[in-house]
């Protein structure tokens, strides 16, 4: 954990209670300038908690947090007014329309109006979102109000943006969209803090990220680091017939470095996914289908908590 005076996010021991209930327990993390960072993690894991507390919306249970160096405790409102937040929900105001919704959010932070206009047509054009401009946000796609939102998010030229759940319910295309603009984002040096359960969303947009599970931080690195520190480079998906598939116990044993058995398939962990399946044929043992993929964020969180990401 490399941490440093520059830190724009700096959690130790941070913890929150609702009653008996512990929904972030004791974790802590660094979040750098400049970076996307990720808390990867099932629902229920913690991260919507962990985020409500960094975009000061709800107070630590214990534990230190400081937010552009600053203690959210005292100083919520200076913090607020540096801060992007792009929350699950959606919460546009449908009766206006799309560059309404962004004077109208401009006016929370103070910014004069003609600033706030040339500020609204520049974001609308980069959210792609300039020939809309007019339209009422109900006429709007999934994909458009999320971009909208995103759009909203940066009206006060933010130091640090908080994306929760970015793309939840978004159909593939509008997903690739918002992690285009994103990645706009970051190359004009922004800085991400994001949430999500899409593992190809985190090692997409993620410059760090740390795995959340049971409200606490498992594993903390760049994708590329957790795969190789956690997985093989390829893994073997077989999936055999139901009378086969209960037959398989300590069968596959010794093919790959590891064999995982879920309840629909089994995944051969392998650094040459084509050599272990010529092994299992060898065996004689029969298959219904195979297929050799590169490891994932999804093998990484499999690997350390035992069960899959999306349940």
């Not at 929350?87 to 932070?109: G, K, S």
């Not at 629909?264 to 996914?273: E, F, I």
Request: charged residues 25%.
């Amino acid at each position: 954990m490399h941490s440093n005076e520059t830190s724009l996010v700096r959690a130790r021991g941070l913890t929150k209670q609702f009653g008996a209930f512990i929904a972030v327990d004791g974790i802590g993390f660094d979040v750098q300038p400049g970076e996307a960072f990720g808390f990867l993690g099932p629902n229920g894991a913690g991260k919507t908690s962990t985020m409500r507390m960094i975009a000061c919306v709800s107070p630590a249970t214990d534990g230190e947090l400081r937010v552009l160096d600053m203690n959210p405790r005292t100083h919520a409102s200076l913090i607020k007014a540096r801060l992007g937040v792009v929350p699950q929900q959606d919460n546009l105001d449908t009766e206006i329309t799309v560059r309404e919704n962004l004077l109208m959010y401009a006016r929370y932070f103070d910014i004069p109006r003609h600033l706030a206009e040339k500020r609204a047509d520049a974001l609308l054009q980069f959210v792609e979102l300039d020939d809309r401009a007019g339209a009422q946000v109900e006429s709007l796609s999934g994909g458009m109000k999320r971009r909208l939102t995103i759009a909203r998010a940066l009206v006060n030229e933010p130091e640090l943006i908080l994306l929760d759940e970015p793309t939840t319910g978004l159909d593939p295309q509008a997903r690739h969209v918002v992690w285009e603009r994103l990645y706009q984002l970051k190359r004009r040096g922004a800085t991400l803090l994001l949430t999500t359960h899409y593992m190809d969303e985190a090692e997409r947009l993620c410059d760090r990220l740390v795995v959340m599970d049971k409200a606490k931080i498992v594993a903390e690195g760049s994708p590329r680091e957790l795969i190789s520190r956690y997985s093989t480079r390829e893994v073997l998906e077989l999936r055999f017939p139901d009378d086969v598939h209960g037959t398989l116990d300590g069968r596959l044993s010794g093919i790959g470095e590891r064999v995982e058995m879920l309840p629909d398939r089994v995944q051969v962990y392998a650094a040459d996914g084509e050599h272990a399946l010529q092994q299992v044929h060898a065996l004689g043992i029969p298959f219904e289908s195979a297929l050799v993929r590169r490891s994932t964020l999804e093998d990484v969180f499999l690997r350390i908590t035992g069960r899959a990401l999306i349940e």
